[in-house]
């Protein structure tokens, strides 16, 4: 195991450099620059700003400085909020983010794997295309279009939550963006519950335990739900690095201090600094929760071999 650790994390860094470097030079080819306002400076200033960040030096230079900084653990300042790194504005809108997207994926997989058993075990009847019609639901409507609803029924018409705001985290407030955020991966996760379990129900085991007259509630509990998730365990690694480091439209409709809503403020701005720094956050997300999900199907299945 620790081989195969070893080697993913070998991987990982040519990965992380290969992303690093697309994003760097991507964020300088956009047109327009981080002291581009509406209020022009003098040649003067902009000068002496460009210098004050080393944005004067050849685009060559400024690559290497930034992968330094990166290997140091150093990740910038901020061009566009005053006296803040980057590292800083992580910390204070990673929790947001990431409370969001936590009880998000919970919720999702507490709904989505209820539902994909109950389709699986009521096959071709009324509950499984039920399911799956609310599922291929989930997946074609957007979440832009499924925030402005949610709002629209239960904070405008019935007035019974708040239509944005973070409020510190309250219940109330979470409500609505954690079910925007939730939908589509019920829909997904039930759909792949629900083809695991269909395939795991009609194998010789499952057939063998039946014979043996064990109840239909322990055949899945005990025998058929555990090899029905593997196909669930490698999804949810980059799906939980999605949702964790935060939704861009969801937390923009909400009005949420998350990182969702500073990657799009700084894209727009032309905050490189910021933009490079979640970027780098993510991929490093993906690629940790993806090590993490080979492990847990090795542990899940005694057959996957860490190879």
Known sequence: ????????????IPTLLLVVTLAFFMMRAAPGGPFDTDRRLSPAIEQNIRAKYGMNRPLSVQYLSYL?????????????????SV???LKENYPVSLKLGGSAILLAMLIGVSLGVLAALRQNGPADYG??????????????????????????????????????GALVNMVLPVTVLALPQVAIISRLTRAGMVEVLQSNYVRTARAKGLSEGRIVVRHALRAALLPLVSYLGPA?????????????????PGLGKFFVISALQR???????????YAGLILALNLVADLVAAAMDPRVRLS
């Open 271 to 281: 905050d490189y600094t910021v933009v490079m720094g979640m970027v780098i956050v």
């Open 1 to 12: 195991m620790f081989r195969f650790i070893g080697r993913r994390l070998l991987v990982a």
């Open 240 to 256: 939980c690095a999605g949702l964790i480091t935060g939704s861009l439209v969801v937390e923009k409709i909400f009005n949420l």
């Open 131 to 168: 399911v799956m019609a609310v599922a291929i639901l989930g997946v074609c409507v957007p979440t832009f279009v499924t925030a402005p609803l949610l709002v629209l029924a239960f904070a405008s018409k019935l007035g019974w939550l708040p239509s944005a705001g973070w409020n510190n």
């Open 68 to 84: 330094a900084g990166v290997a140091h653990g150093d990740l910038g300042p901020s061009l566009k909020y005053r006296d803040k």
């Open 87 to 89: 590292l800083q504005i």
